[in-house]
C-alpha cells in the first residue's frame, strides 16, 4: 500500500534501516525492463513484486530473480480531443496487496483485480469515463474491508469532476462517489492517494484526505498550484 498503511505513516519497523554505514554495501541485485516507463511504485509481497507501467501493463515479478510470473493489461487513458494535450497513459498509482488480491488502477479509469498468485481477473470497475479525461493519478488505499480512490484529469485538458470513490470489496460492483465540485463546476480533481483514519464516528469514517491536489487557473502572474486537504 501506498506509505504501508491507511496512515500513510511511512514506517515499517519490520525493514532493515537503510542508513550512512549499510547505504555503501547495497548493490544491485537484478534489473528488469519492461518495454515502458514505471512511473507507479512497486508493492512488495511474500516475495513478489507488483508494478505497472505506463503502456498499460501490471506485472508481478520474482523479487529474488525479476522474472515476470504474469502480467495483465489494465488499459490507456483515452486519446485527447485537442493534440496539444497529455498524451495517453498507463498506470502511475501504486497496487495494494492482501493476502489473495492484488488492486491496482488501470489507465482506463478503472480498478481492477486480480488473484494475487495466478494473476486471474476478479473483477473490474469502471469509476469514471476515460472519455471526458479523466484519470487516476494515485493508488488505492485499503481500510476497513473497502478501497478509496481518487478521480482527477489526465492533464487538465479538458479538467474534469473529481471525487473520492469508495469501493466495499464484498459489493465491488456498487462503488460510491463523494464529488469535489458542484455537478456543471469540474475541478477539485484528486491527484495523489487517499489518506484514511478511524474517529469513531461512522457517519465521517469515509475517509481523511491528506494529500488531494486541487489545480487553480488564474492569470499567469497569479497562479495558484499547489496541495489542499479535506476532511470528510
Not at 525492463?33 to 520474482?62: C, E, R, T
Not at 529474488?64 to 493489461?73: D, E, I, P, R, S
Not at 471525487?163 to 463546476?185: E, N
Request: glycine share 10%; with cysteine.
Amino acid at each position: 500500500m501506498y506509505l504501508h498503511d491507511p496512515r500513510h505513516s511511512s514506517a515499517n519497523m519490520s525493514e532493515s534501516p537503510i542508513n550512512r554505514a549499510t547505504i555503501a554495501q547495497m548493490q544491485p541485485a537484478w534489473m528488469t525492463s519492461a518495454g515502458n516507463l514505471i512511473a507507479a511504485a512497486p508493492s512488495i509481497h511474500n516475495g513478489v513484486v507488483y508494478v505497472g507501467d505506463w503502456k498499460g501493463f501490471f506485472y508481478a515479478m520474482d523479487a529474488n530473480t525479476g522474472a515476470v510470473l504474469w502480467q495483465n493489461f489494465v488499459g490507456m487513458a483515452a486519446v485527447p480531443g485537442n493534440p496539444i494535450c497529455q498524451a495517453p497513459i498507463g498506470v502511475t498509482g501504486q497496487a495494494t496487496v492482501t493476502d489473495t488480491s492484488v488492486y491496482v488502477n488501470g489507465g482506463d479509469s478503472a480498478v481492477y483485480a486480480f488473484d494475487r498468485t495466478t494473476g486471474l481477473q476478479l473483477w473490474r470497475v469502471s469509476v469514471a469515463d476515460p472519455a471526458s479525461g479523466s484519470y487516476l493519478w494515485g493508488g488505492l488505499t485499503l481500510s476497513k474491508n473497502a478501497l478509496y480512490t481518487g478521480v482527477a484529469s489526465l492533464g487538465d485538458c479538458p479538467v474534469v469532476r473529481g471525487s473520492l470513490v469508495r469501493i466495499d470489496l464484498d459489493h465491488p460492483d456498487k462503488p460510491t462517489f463523494q464529488y469535489m465540485s458542484p455537478k456543471d463546476q469540474p475541478a477539485g480533481g484528486i491527484w495523489s492517494t487517499p489518506a484514511v483514519t478511524s474517529n469513531g464516528d461512522r457517519r465521517r469514517r469515509f475517509s481523511k484526505l491528506r494529500t488531494a491536489r486541487e489545480w487553480w487557473w488564474r492569470p499567469p502572474r497569479t497562479a495558484i498550484f499547489g496541495p489542499c486537504a479535506a476532511t470528510i
